[in-house]
Nanobody
Framework: QVQLVESGGGLVQAGGSLRLSCAAS????????MGWFRQAPGKEREFVTA???????TYYADSVKGRFIISRDNARTVHLQMNSLKPEDTAVYYC?????????????????WGQGTQVTVSS
Protein backbone atom coordinates (compact mmCIF):
# COMPACT_ATOMS: atom_id res chain seq x y z
CA GLN A 1 0.00 0.00 0.00
CA VAL A 2 0.99 3.57 -0.67
CA GLN A 3 -0.26 6.60 1.23
CA LEU A 4 -0.29 10.07 -0.32
CA VAL A 5 -0.72 13.34 1.57
CA GLU A 6 -1.07 16.66 -0.26
CA SER A 7 -0.35 20.08 1.14
CA GLY A 8 0.01 23.66 -0.05
CA GLY A 9 -3.41 24.59 -1.36
CA GLY A 10 -5.06 27.91 -0.62
CA LEU A 11 -6.47 31.14 -1.97
CA VAL A 12 -4.49 33.27 -4.41
CA GLN A 13 -5.23 36.13 -6.77
CA ALA A 14 -5.12 35.66 -10.52
CA GLY A 15 -1.55 35.84 -11.76
CA GLY A 16 -0.17 34.54 -8.51
CA SER A 17 1.60 31.31 -7.65
CA LEU A 18 1.12 28.33 -5.37
CA ARG A 19 3.19 25.25 -4.71
CA LEU A 20 1.58 21.94 -3.90
CA SER A 21 3.43 19.02 -2.39
CA CYS A 22 2.61 15.33 -2.19
CA ALA A 23 4.39 13.14 0.33
CA ALA A 24 4.34 9.42 -0.39
CA SER A 25 4.86 6.68 2.15
CA UNK A 26 4.53 2.93 2.31
CA UNK A 27 5.48 0.64 -0.56
CA UNK A 28 6.78 3.39 -2.83
CA UNK A 29 9.26 1.01 -4.51
CA UNK A 30 6.29 -0.30 -6.53
CA UNK A 31 5.44 3.12 -7.96
CA UNK A 32 6.46 4.04 -11.51
CA UNK A 33 4.64 7.33 -11.94
CA MET A 34 2.89 10.05 -10.00
CA GLY A 35 0.46 12.62 -11.26
CA TRP A 36 -1.73 15.54 -10.35
CA PHE A 37 -5.38 15.76 -11.25
CA ARG A 38 -7.97 18.39 -10.48
CA GLN A 39 -11.72 18.49 -10.15
CA ALA A 40 -13.86 21.59 -10.25
CA PRO A 41 -17.46 21.60 -8.99
CA GLY A 42 -19.77 19.87 -11.45
CA LYS A 43 -16.91 18.69 -13.64
CA GLU A 44 -15.05 15.45 -14.10
CA ARG A 45 -11.61 14.89 -12.67
CA GLU A 46 -9.06 15.98 -15.24
CA PHE A 47 -5.39 15.27 -15.83
CA VAL A 48 -2.97 18.07 -15.01
CA THR A 49 0.52 16.61 -15.09
CA ALA A 50 2.52 13.43 -14.48
CA UNK A 51 6.11 12.44 -13.82
CA UNK A 52 7.70 9.12 -14.55
CA UNK A 53 9.90 7.80 -11.80
CA UNK A 54 12.60 6.39 -14.08
CA UNK A 55 14.12 9.18 -16.13
CA UNK A 56 11.85 11.83 -14.58
CA UNK A 57 9.96 12.37 -17.85
CA THR A 58 7.19 14.91 -17.37
CA TYR A 59 3.91 15.47 -19.19
CA TYR A 60 1.37 18.28 -19.00
CA ALA A 61 -2.17 19.05 -20.04
CA ASP A 62 -2.28 21.77 -22.68
CA SER A 63 -4.21 24.01 -20.31
CA VAL A 64 -1.30 24.22 -17.87
CA LYS A 65 1.70 23.79 -20.15
CA GLY A 66 4.19 26.60 -19.62
CA ARG A 67 2.61 27.62 -16.29
CA PHE A 68 2.83 24.51 -14.09
CA ILE A 69 5.93 22.48 -13.27
CA ILE A 70 5.99 19.03 -11.70
CA SER A 71 9.12 17.87 -9.93
CA ARG A 72 10.35 15.49 -7.30
CA ASP A 73 13.09 16.15 -4.81
CA ASN A 74 13.62 12.62 -3.53
CA ALA A 75 12.02 9.22 -3.71
CA ARG A 76 9.08 10.28 -1.59
CA THR A 77 7.90 13.82 -2.45
CA VAL A 78 6.44 15.34 -5.59
CA HIS A 79 5.79 19.06 -6.05
CA LEU A 80 3.54 21.04 -8.34
CA GLN A 81 4.64 24.63 -8.89
CA MET A 82 1.71 26.60 -10.27
CA ASN A 83 2.45 30.00 -11.79
CA SER A 84 0.33 32.58 -13.60
CA LEU A 85 -2.76 31.11 -12.01
CA LYS A 86 -6.14 31.78 -13.57
CA PRO A 87 -9.64 31.62 -12.06
CA GLU A 88 -10.30 28.55 -14.20
CA ASP A 89 -7.54 26.74 -12.31
CA THR A 90 -9.81 26.73 -9.25
CA ALA A 91 -10.42 23.13 -8.20
CA VAL A 92 -9.56 20.44 -5.72
CA TYR A 93 -6.16 19.11 -6.67
CA TYR A 94 -5.38 15.45 -6.12
CA CYS A 95 -2.06 13.65 -6.07
CA UNK A 96 -2.08 10.13 -7.48
CA UNK A 97 0.36 7.26 -7.95
CA UNK A 98 0.39 4.23 -10.20
CA UNK A 99 2.32 1.04 -10.69
CA UNK A 100 2.41 1.12 -14.49
CA UNK A 101 3.54 4.06 -16.58
CA UNK A 102 1.09 3.75 -19.48
CA UNK A 103 -2.21 5.68 -19.69
CA UNK A 104 -0.90 8.36 -17.34
CA UNK A 105 -3.69 10.78 -18.29
CA UNK A 106 -6.50 8.40 -17.28
CA UNK A 107 -7.50 8.80 -13.62
CA UNK A 108 -8.96 5.27 -13.62
CA UNK A 109 -5.47 3.88 -14.22
CA UNK A 110 -4.08 5.25 -10.98
CA UNK A 111 -3.81 2.96 -7.98
CA UNK A 112 -3.51 5.41 -5.09
CA TRP A 113 -4.95 8.83 -4.34
CA GLY A 114 -4.43 11.57 -1.82
CA GLN A 115 -7.26 13.31 -0.03
CA GLY A 116 -7.09 16.44 -2.19
CA THR A 117 -6.28 20.06 -1.49
CA GLN A 118 -8.37 23.08 -2.47
CA VAL A 119 -6.91 25.71 -4.79
CA THR A 120 -8.97 28.86 -5.28
CA VAL A 121 -7.92 31.60 -7.70
CA SER A 122 -9.77 34.88 -7.38
CA SER A 123 -10.17 37.29 -10.29
Amino acid sequence: QVQLVESGGGLVQAGGSLRLSCAASGSIFSINAMGWFRQAPGKEREFVTAIRWSGSNTYYADSVKGRFIISRDNARTVHLQMNSLKPEDTAVYYCAAKHLWRDYTDPHRYDYWGQGTQVTVSS
